[in-house]
């Protein structure tokens, strides 16, 4: 069995960066999909970003394009979502994924989940 654990989140001012990490642990999952989504209140969890088991593969939502960046450091079985310029509109709880088939394509779903870590922009 996959557990994924969540770190990173906080609380910051609009403008600032934060880097979330989400570390694997029960097996390796080099070979896995991985990606993160986030959830705001009373809505439904949305695709954040994604990434294929040799990280060569980068899949990002539109409304984080050009601000998150995600990659993986499969030594480590880690992976990590770079956020600059955050925004207060990124609050939210932010949940790592993994997933066995290791080129992730659009609308995957993914079968192992985090706990989630929250993350509160101010303006």
């Known amino acids: 069995q996959v557990q994924l654990v969540e770190s990173g989140g906080g609380y910051v001012q609009a403008g600032e960066s934060l880097r979330l990490s989400c570390a694997a642990s029960?097996?390796?999952?080099?070979?896995?999909?991985r990606g993160w989504f986030r959830e705001f209140p009373g809505q439904e969890r949305e695709f954040v970003a994604a990434i294929t088991w040799q990280g060569s593969g980068l899949f990002y939502a539109d409304s984080v394009k050009g601000r998150f960046t995600i990659f993986r450091d499969n030594a480590k079985n880690t992976m990590y979502l770079q956020m600059n310029s955050l925004k207060p509109e990124d609050t939210a709880v932010y949940y790592c994924?993994?997933?066995?088939?290791?080129?992730?394509?659009?609308?995957?779903?993914?079968?192992?989940w985090g706990q989630g870590t929250q993350v509160t922009v101010s303006s």
């Open positions: 994924a993994a997933d066995p088939r290791g080129n992730y394509y659009k609308g995957m779903r993914f079968g192992f």
């Open positions: 029960g097996r390796t999952i080099t070979y896995y999909s």
